[in-house]
């Protein structure tokens, strides 16, 4: 969990606005690109579907979700659909996940997201075990407070082939307790609105005295994070892009800490004002360049490259994460998406 400016790079499938047989073909483009890793999130579009789909026209890239949510899902149901794609990638799934969001997870999926630490501590020993009883058939247990998994007493059909006994989880973690929980038991941590400086100075070190604690070597744990990205050769209206999506994740209760790090604490209000009297659209001309500066990579070819060097420089695996909140439309997301892959991709 070193510094490192020749870390992994991946990005995100621009998933909520494409049309799905959109999205293997995008896929296929990052994998040409030399991209390290392909991403998914969930909103409506189931993402280990869509991975299914990317397994079939990609070769390379890991695919992975960021993030599948355990509301409205078992640990058994999370463990078989990854193991899915990691059978049809040949071994290229990674499970990225975290309970959900509140005011989303628990609203739609009328779950309990309170109390997420101790409920993914299980929930990951869950999925695990039910690997192990799937990949060696031989009779399992768990027993928890919130999760519990039990070998039927009679199972005719036996287990399955996997493709791997263990498919790496990356927890989506931006507190103290989850960030050291994810250092001593995940394969990986990802983060969302951080500036390189804050990962660097606040949010690495949980994750590496988690794994201590753990007697793990910190480098066994992949450390990424989603960082908002559009370029393009027009640079005004890369900006616009990235003015709306900085501006409505920097809104968000959750992300007031990082932007309060920066010192942007007024620039947010205005975002949060904005947002609450005019809707999203007043964010392309309120979201202020500091907070774009500090949040995004954004711009031209040039200036995303230097600002995606910063980030390698702090985080070992970087994802560019594409414009796509409302309202950005399919064909704005589509390119920025295509800017991404041509402009930053290594084959570039």
């Given at each position: 969990?070193?510094?490192?400016?020749?870390?992994?790079?991946?990005?995100?499938?621009?998933?909520?606005?494409?049309?799905?047989?959109?999205?293997?073909?995008?896929?296929?483009?990052?994998?040409?690109?030399?991209?390290?890793?392909?991403?998914?999130?969930?909103?409506?579009?189931?993402?280990?579907?869509?991975?299914?789909?990317?397994?079939?026209?990609?070769?390379?890239?890991?695919?992975?979700?960021?993030?599948?949510?355990?509301?409205?899902?078992?640990?058994?149901?999370?463990?078989?659909?990854?193991?899915?794609?990691?059978?049809?990638?040949?071994?290229?799934?990674?499970?990225?996940?975290?309970?959900?969001?509140?005011?989303?997870?628990?609203?739609?999926?009328?779950a309990d997201v309170s109390r997420p630490l101790p409920k993914l501590r299980e929930y990951i020993q869950c999925m695990r075990v039910a690997w192990d009883y799937q990949s060696t058939g031989q009779a399992q247990q768990f027993e928890g407070e919130f999760y519990s998994f039990q070998s039927p007493p009679f199972n005719p059909w036996g287990g399955r082939d996997l493709?791997?006994?263990?498919?790496?989880?990356?927890?989506?973690?931006?507190?103290p307790g989850m960030l050291r929980f994810a250092g001593g038991a995940a394969d990986g941590v990802l983060a969302y609105l951080m500036s390189a400086r804050y990962?660097?100075?606040?949010?690495?070190?949980?994750?590496?005295?988690?794994?201590?604690?753990?007697?793990?070597?910190?480098?066994?744990?992949?450390?990424a994070a989603l960082v908002l990205c559009s370029v393009g050769e027009d640079r005004e209206a890369a900006m616009r892009l990235a003015r709306i999506n900085v501006g409505l994740y920097a809104a968000y209760p959750t992300s007031e800490p990082m932007v309060d790090y920066e010192g942007l604490t007024e620039d947010r209000a205005a975002v949060v004002n904005a947002l609450m009297s005019e809707g999203p659209a007043a964010l392309a001309h309120t979201t202020s360049d500091a907070l774009v500066k500090a949040f995004a990579i954004a711009g031209t070819p040039d200036e995303a490259r230097e600002q995606l060097t910063v980030f390698q420089g702090a985080v070992s695996h970087v994802v560019l994460h594409m414009p796509y909140m409302p309202p950005i439309n399919r064909e704005e997301s589509e390119r920025a998406y295509l800017n991404a892959v041509k402009f930053l991709g290594r084959s570039s």
């Open positions: 969990m070193s510094e490192t400016t020749a870390g992994k790079l991946g990005i995100t499938l621009p998933t909520i606005n494409q049309a799905y047989g959109r999205l293997p073909e995008l896929a296929a483009l990052a994998d040409e690109a030399g991209f390290d890793s392909v991403w998914d999130y969930e909103v409506y579009r189931n993402p280990f579907t869509v991975h299914a789909l990317c397994a079939q026209t990609t070769q390379n890239v890991l695919l992975a979700t960021g993030l599948a949510t355990s509301a409205g899902r078992s640990p058994f149901e999370m463990a078989n659909a990854a193991a899915d794609v990691d059978e049809l990638s040949g071994g290229r799934a990674v499970i990225g996940m975290s309970t959900g969001v509140a005011g989303f997870a628990d609203h739609l999926h009328g493709e791997r006994p263990r498919i790496p989880i990356y927890l989506g973690a931006l507190k990962i660097k100075e606040q949010w690495l070190h949980h994750v590496v005295e988690g794994a201590e604690i753990a007697g793990r070597n910190p480098s066994e744990v992949d450390s």
